[in-house]
C-alpha cells in the first residue's frame, strides 16, 4: 500500500489555467505539508496542516490555495497558473514533525 | 538568507570511496539534523538523522558525524556504491509545538562511478 500518494504524476497545462494536485496518506499522521521543488532541486516548504488546521503558510502567490478536508487529505488548488509555476511539488506527512514521508512527487508543466 | 548551507553542491565518486557531505548551521535553536535522500523521479527519504546530544550516529555504511560547537553536521557514506547515486539534503528544525519545520540546505547531487 502506498502511504503518501499523489494524483496527478504528470500535468501539462496552458497559462492562465486553474488546476488541482491531490495528496492522500495512509500513515495516520497528523501533519500533511506542500513543498515545490524547482529544477535545481531546492525544496521550498509552501504549507503545512495539522489536524485540518493551517499552521505553515509560507511566502507564496495567493493563487495557490490549499485544502484539507480531513486529516488524511491535503489538496493544492492553483489559479492562474504561469510559467512560474513550473516544477515538481511534493505533498509530505508526519506524526510528530520528526521524520516527514513524501509522496512521488507531482510534475506540473505550465505552457 | 539561507540557514542551513550545504556543500559540495556535486560531488563525484568512485565505487568502494568514500563520499563527504558538509552542512553548517546558524540557529542553535537547532535540536534535529535529519538527512534525506532523493533518487530520479521519487520523493526524497529520510536517510538518518541526529540529535545534538551525541556527536556521531552510524546506520550501516552512513555516519553522521556532528560538531555542535563549530555548528556543522556531515554525512560520510563509506564503501560509496553505483547505487547511492542519488541528491542527499541536510535539513535542521527545532522544537516549535506542532509547528516544527524543516530548513532544508539546497542538495549534494552525489555520483558514484563503477
Known amino acids: 500500500d502506498t502511504a503518501v500518494s499523489q494524483t496527478p504524476k504528470y500535468l501539462v497545462t496552458q497559462m492562465g489555467n486553474d488546476k488541482s494536485i491531490k495528496c492522500e496518506q495512509n500513515?495516520?499522521?497528523?501533519?500533511m505539508y506542500w513543498y515545490k521543488q524547482d529544477s535545481k532541486k531546492f525544496l521550498k516548504i509552501m504549507f503545512s496542516?495539522?489536524?485540518?488546521?493551517?499552521?505553515i503558510n509560507e511566502t507564496v502567490p495567493n493563487r495557490f490555495s490549499p485544502k484539507s478536508p480531513d486529516k488524511a487529505h491535503l489538496n493544492l488548488h492553483i489559479n492562474s497558473l504561469e510559467l512560474g509555476d513550473s516544477a515538481v511539488y511534493f505533498c509530505a506527512s508526519s506524526t510528530t514533525g520528526y521524520t516527514q514521508y513524501f509522496g512521488p512527487g507531482t510534475r506540473l508543466t505550465v505552457l | 538568507q539561507q540557514q542551513v548551507k550545504q556543500s559540495p553542491q556535486s560531488l563525484i565518486v568512485q565505487k568502494g570511496g568514500i563520499s563527504i557531505i558538509n552542512c553548517a548551521y546558524e540557529?542553535?535553536?537547532?535540536?534535529?539534523f535529519p538527512w534525506y535522500q532523493q533518487f530520479p523521479g521519487k520523493g526524497p527519504a529520510l536517510l538518518i538523522a541526529?540529535?545534538?546530544d551525541v556527536s556521531e550516529k552510524k546506520e550501516g555504511r552512513f555516519t553522521i558525524s556532528f560538531n555542535k560547537s563549530a555548528k556543522q553536521f556531515s554525512l560520510h557514506i563509506m564503501d560509496s556504491q553505483p547505487g547511492d547515486s542519488a541528491t542527499y539534503f541536510c535539513a535542521a528544525s527545532r522544537n516549535a509545538g506542532n509547528n516544527r519545520k524543516l530548513i532544508w540546505g539546497l542538495g549534494t547531487s552525489l555520483a558514484v562511478n563503477p
Open positions: 500513515l495516520g499522521h497528523d501533519t
Open positions: 496542516y495539522n489536524n485540518k488546521e493551517l499552521i
Open positions: 540557529n542553535t535553536a537547532f535540536d534535529y
Open positions: 541526529i540529535r545534538p
